[in-house]
């Protein structure tokens, strides 16, 4: 059974795409749901919502074919994945494993300045709550400057990739206050280890957090299900 298509969020500002690659531009659309799973990518109507000329877009088709967010349906053509509900429990059990280990590494390896980076974007966090699009993009910062502490580039390579496959998903899960507060608070526990140097501790509420968000993930797909008539 196919996971359901995820609810539209705002489209970024027109100033927020300027210096994009078309690639970009479709990433973009893909995370906020504007693209929706199973929609059909026609070159000619891209090329001419965006105001670019067709070959940037058959490029970014193909990228994202490349990245697996793409497939070619039969007597369709080019759209947007589904991720079947086996898919979805996968890639939260990886991305646990990858971000736990992350945590691990990190609680080695970061500098203290690094770490005070975290802090400093997880009380942004705090602060953005009610803000969804603020709110997803500094949770993303937050986990993009935990795996750069982490000094590992194939774990580097492995996250973006499973992020990449995530988009699908659509809306983020910290659109709802309460997983904002409750993510600050799981930040606040990975932070905690990270500064006693704990990296049993650190891999730990790391997995927990992430686990935290599958389940909000679960609930928020649940409620698509039972918004259709």
């Given at each position: 059974m196919a996971v359901p298509r995820a609810q539209k969020t705002a489209v970024p500002a027109p100033e927020a795409l300027q210096g994009k690659t078309a690639y970009q531009?479709?990433?973009?659309?893909?995370?906020?749901?504007?693209?929706?799973?199973g929609t059909r990518l026609r070159e000619v109507e891209l090329?001419?919502?965006?105001?670019i000329s067709r070959t940037p877009v058959?490029?970014?088709?193909?990228q994202l074919e490349a990245d697996g967010l793409v497939v070619h349906v039969p007597r369709v053509g080019a759209a947007i994945r589904t991720l079947d509900y086996a898919e979805v429990m996968e890639?939260?059990?990886?991305?646990?494993?990858?971000?736990g280990t992350?945590?691990?590494l990190a609680a080695r390896a970061a500098s203290d300045v690094e770490i005070a980076e975290l802090e400093t974007l997880n009380g942004e966090l705090r602060a953005a709550e009610g803000d969804g699009l603020k709110s997803y993009a500094l949770n993303k910062q937050f986990h993009r400057t935990l795996l750069d502490a982490?000094?590992?580039?194939?774990?580097?390579?492995?996250?973006?990739?499973?992020?990449?496959?995530l988009l699908i998903l659509g809306r983020s899960t910290l659109s709802?206050?309460?997983?904002?507060?409750e993510a600050v608070a799981e930040h606040a526990e990975v932070l905690d280890a990270l500064r006693a140097r704990?990296?049993?501790k650190a891999e730990e509420v790391m997995r927990r957090h992430i686990e935290a968000a599958h389940r909000a993930r679960l609930r928020q797909l649940r409620a698509v299900v039972q918004a259709v008539p």
């Open positions: 531009r479709l990433l973009d659309e893909i995370a906020s749901g504007t693209l929706l799973p090329a001419n919502r965006l105001g058959r490029d970014a088709i193909r890639l939260y059990e990886m991305r646990a494993v990858l971000e992350a945590a691990r982490a000094r590992n580039r194939y774990l580097t390579r492995s996250v973006n990739s499973l992020e990449k496959t709802e206050s309460d997983r904002v507060r704990d990296a049993a």
